[in-house]
């Protein structure tokens, strides 16, 4: 369990661990820089070649009456190593109950952003909350999607609420001082949300500290549409330069707060402290 406290503007903001997850060697999940290129990049970075671990930070936001969390990490199931599935103990340790939470806003579908929407037994883990996300990732899992675990978990996790479920748009303004930007690639309907304050979360556009900034035209066995996602992954990271934008980083290092500057062609994270 961990959860880290700050602001966010006016905003009081919680960053709660759900656990790190181990993927295989970074190598073998970017295609384009080669093998050396990578490696050279994690060692200058101090991380492992031969796997890859990386953090799941959820972001809480508590601003007029209102609770609203970001993403929920993997829950009860445990296909990325033993260490997930902590929210619900960082809630307790941050002193959130989770029936105060009223509005649950996703990133995208897959299982490391939603599977802890629902508790082990089935029940609803956030008994009180709406749950937002892009309208074009809510059709995407419930159509076009192939029939997989990825899908078999989603229609579990959050179409079985599908009575709380508010399909956004690019720009939506669907909470005070919060706005979503559709940044698709990973997934179909991946959002990105801004906040007031030059504030971005960023979700799985670029993941990865190194490697997403160092190489943004890497392809990532991750994202549906490659393409697509480098497109959106250059676009959102000179942004984020250019404007200066404060970074919340779901996978990078804990807390995963930060700031992106321009490296010749390519872009490098800065953590916070
Ligand atoms: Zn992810």
Redesign the pocket.
Known sequence: MRFHRFSIGAMAATILSDGPLLLPAPATLFEGPGPAAIDAALAAAGQPLDHMRIEQNCLLLAFGGRTVLFDNGLGAEKPYGPESGRLPDSLRAAGVDPARIDALVLTHG?S??CWGTMTADGTPAFPNAAIYLAQAELDYWTFDAPDDADRDGFRRQVLALRERIVGLEDGAAFLPGVQAWLTPGHTPGHMAYLFDGGWCLTG?VA?HDPLSYAFPEARSVYDTDQALAVTTRKRLLARLADERLAVIG??HPWPGLGRVERVGGAFRFLADG
Do not use: P, Q, R, V
């Open positions: 897959h490391d952003h799985d993941f779901y996978h």
